[in-house]
């Protein structure tokens, strides 16, 4: 299993360029989820998913859309790129049963950099 | 989310030396993660506590999880190296998952 995999590792956009952030997992996990970590700082919830055509905000949704239309894939669009967008993106799925919690499983991170 | 407070925010320790972050909650936690993330690298899942008081050890890591279920502490042992990164802690309630904002661990030679 590859696990959660993401492309590309590394991107730099100008300003007001549009690009989507790929992830896909082969775990047949349900859930997955989008996070942005600027430098030096934890992990800020962008988008989520618990199944295939269904996604819901997180904690820092602006300026970006999500899709998912299979269980494996999850992209992150991100439209009109702005300097603040600046930061590493993590993409991670987890297994879920009903109300129990597992544990989220990471992909390597995008870098991206908006200039 | 219910919102988690992670102290401290970073720790320089010389090898050897024991290391312990916190992870507080005014509120109930339902259950509590623990990740770490290498510099560079992505976070990675260390443990999960689920009942009140639960103790888990992972060879030189300690992990409790509080008796009123408000907190839990990471605890490393005569810290190496290898240590170095950033211990995240998780309250795994609800869909909007939440992490704490981290505590950096460097470790000295």
């Known amino acids: 299993n590859a696990g959660v995999t993401q492309t590309p590792k590394f991107r730099i956009l100008k300003i007001g360029q549009s690009m989507t952030l790929q992830c896909t997992q082969d775990?047949?996990?349900?859930?997955m989820y989008w996070y942005r970590q600027d430098p030096g700082m934890g992990l800020k919830l962008i988008y989520y998913?618990?199944?295939?055509?269904?996604?819901d905000k997180g904690e820092v949704p602006n300026g970006y859309n999500v899709s998912r239309s299979t269980t494996e894939d999850f992209p992150l669009r991100l439209e009109l790129a702005a300097p603040s967008q600046t930061s590493v993106y993590f993409c991670?799925?987890?297994?879920?049963?009903?109300?129990?919690?597992?544990?989220?499983?990471f992909g390597p991170g995008t870098r991206l950099t908006v200039t | 989310g219910q919102q988690v407070m992670q102290i401290p925010q970073y720790q320089h320790v010389q090898e050897g030396e024991d290391f312990t972050t916190y992870c507080n909650s005014s509120t109930t936690l339902s259950n509590i993660q623990w990740y770490k993330q290498r510099p560079g690298g992505h976070p990675v899942f260390l443990i999960q506590?689920?009942?009140?008081?639960e103790v888990k050890k992972q060879k030189r890591l300690t992990f409790q999880f509080g008796e009123a279920k408000k907190n839990s502490s990471l605890h490393i042992t005569a810290t190496q190296t290898t240590d170095v990164g950033t211990y995240f802690c998780r309250n795994t309630g609800g869909f909007k998952t939440i992490f704490g904002a981290g505590t950096r661990l460097f470790v000295k030679a």
């Open positions: 991670a799925s987890s297994y879920s049963m009903g109300l129990a919690a597992y544990e989220q499983y």
């Open positions: 998913s618990v199944g295939a055509g269904i996604t």
């Open positions: 506590l689920v009942k009140s008081g």
């Open positions: 775990m047949n996990h349900n859930y």
